[in-house]
């Protein structure tokens, strides 16, 4: 029988809260871009705090920082509790975190308690999971599933130009591991849903199945920089409009494939940027995502011959192209029947679901056995200084995932 031991609600709202001042903003979200100076402060103070678990941490060649607490089998691969501790620039204080002081709330308690399990637990502190200063998402974690390689993700730049492999090396967190070397045998991230659905139902926990299919493309549109005031209309080639236009066009692809189809065009880079210049050029940012790989292809193939019929009538040279693909995800059974009787003892409500967001545990069920487990967060806002789950929803979220790696640990 799997103990009945009880995480500290308190202390865990404490971490979180005391974390989030690192690279806290004054509307109460955080912006902690991955590989800046605020990121290296919050690994700084989750190296100290594994350590003084008695946790070994090793870093590795791409940043992802391992954490173990031994266990009575030294011969075993450990369970491991994992997310990211980077944030979007106009992040909550939740995304990622949860998952991160969630998996530390659950060290604590069982030093508390002085429980030894049979396997190792880890707890794993992900790379650049946002994917908002350095794309794709999921970058690091990617590597350790052999996605990208290191020179990759090493060559990946952030719109001033400064690459991942720089950055990481500024805030002194390249490690010695190889990427994949340190290994777990199975792995659960606690997470905010990051949607509406859970606080809809007045459910406390998401039992997640899987992650649904992501992609990311990039557009230029160039046409010519004209005098606002002297140009006729017949004669000008607007790359803002055009832009406009694949912008409704990526709305309505989606639409057209309702109700799990999104589509969303979320950076714009307008040059010259001259109130009184006819912008010649437009870059921008597609994401696309569905439960359906081939429903993908569908929206995909719609929206490059969409860029095509835009530029021609507007008489822009485009170039549209995909630059990341993450394909629909299922979990783990075992892992997710350790979570349902984990939830099924804490006596909460529970609702199975797939996710919209995506996380590093996409990438890692291609190498071990994982699943999530979602908490509610407020109106399902995420990526957004209002982001908020409440003490309980936190708490209850960490009392799974304790019940959970302790199930899979006895199994
Ligand atoms: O894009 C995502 O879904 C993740 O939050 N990086
Ligand atoms: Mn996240
Ligand atoms: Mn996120
Ligand atoms: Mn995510």
Same mark, same amino acid.
């Given at each position: 029988?799997?103990? *009945?031991?009880? &995480? ?59 954490? /173990? ?6 011969? /075993? ?33 069982? *030093? ?9 637990? !880890? ?37 001033? %130009? ?32 990051? %949607? ?9 926990? %998401? ?12 557009? +230029?549109? @160039?046409?010519?920089?004209?005098? @606002? ?8 080639? *607007? ?13 309505? &692809? ?23 210049? &006819? ?12 439960? +359906? ?35 629909? /995800? ?33 990438? &890692? ?6 699943? !999530?487990?979602? /908490? ?36």
């Amino acid at each position: 029988m799997t103990p *009945n031991l009880q &995480i500290n609600p308190q202390r865990l709202w404490d971490s979180l809260m005391e974390t989030a001042k690192i690279g806290g903003t004054p509307k109460g979200g955080i912006c902690r871009l991955t590989l800046t100076d605020h990121d290296r402060r919050v690994r700084d103070w989750f190296r100290a705090e594994c350590e003084t678990l008695g946790c070994t941490v090793t870093v590795d060649e791409v940043g992802n920082m391992f954490a /173990v607490r031994p266990g009575r089998r030294a011969d /075993v691969l450990p369970v491991a509790m994992g997310s990211h501790l980077d944030t979007q620039p106009t992040g909550g204080k939740f995304d990622g975190v949860l998952g991160v002081l969630g998996g530390l709330e659950v060290l604590r308690t069982l *030093n508390d308690t002085g429980y030894e399990t049979n396997a190792p637990l !880890m707890l794993v502190n992900w790379t650049n999971e946002e994917g908002s200063r350095f794309a794709p998402a999921m970058l690091a974690s990617g590597v350790y599933a052999g996605v990208f390689d290191r020179a990759f993700a090493d060559s990946r730049q952030d719109r001033d %130009g400064v690459t991942f492999g720089e950055a990481l090396e500024a805030i002194g967190y390249r490690g010695e591991a190889k990427a994949g070397s340190v290994k777990f045998g199975a792995m659960f991230e606690l997470h905010i849903e990051q %949607g509406p659905i859970l606080e809809a139902e007045e459910k406390a926990i %998401g039992v997640v199945q899987g992650v649904q299919g992501m992609r990311w493309y990039e557009v +230029n549109l @160039t046409g010519r920089e004209a005098h @606002t005031g002297s140009t006729p209309m017949t004669l000008r080639r *607007n790359a803002l409009v055009g832009a406009a236009r694949l912008v409704e066009r990526v709305d309505r &692809i989606a639409h057209a494939h309702a109700p799990s189809a999104v589509g969303t065009v979320g950076l714009m880079e307008v040059k010259p940027n001259s109130r009184n210049v &006819i912008p010649g050029h437009v870059f921008f940012t597609v994401d696309f995502r569905h439960p +359906n790989d081939a429903v993908l292809d569908e929206m995909e193939k719609a929206f490059f011959a969409a860029v095509e019929e835009v530029a021609s009538a507007l008489k822009l040279e485009s170039d549209a192209g995909k630059i990341w693909e993450s394909p629909a /995800v299922r979990f783990d059974a075992d892992c997710i029947a350790a979570v349902r009787s984990a939830t099924e003892r804490a006596g909460l409500p529970a609702r199975d679901m797939v996710s919209g967001a995506g996380h590093d545990a996409a990438y &890692i069920a291609r190498v071990a056995p994982t699943t !999530m487990i979602f /908490v509610p967060c407020a109106g399902g806002l995420s990526h957004n200084e209002e982001e908020s789950t409440s003490f309980d929803e936190c708490a209850a979220g960490a009392q799974v995932l304790l019940g959970a790696v302790l199930d899979y640990d006895r199994r």
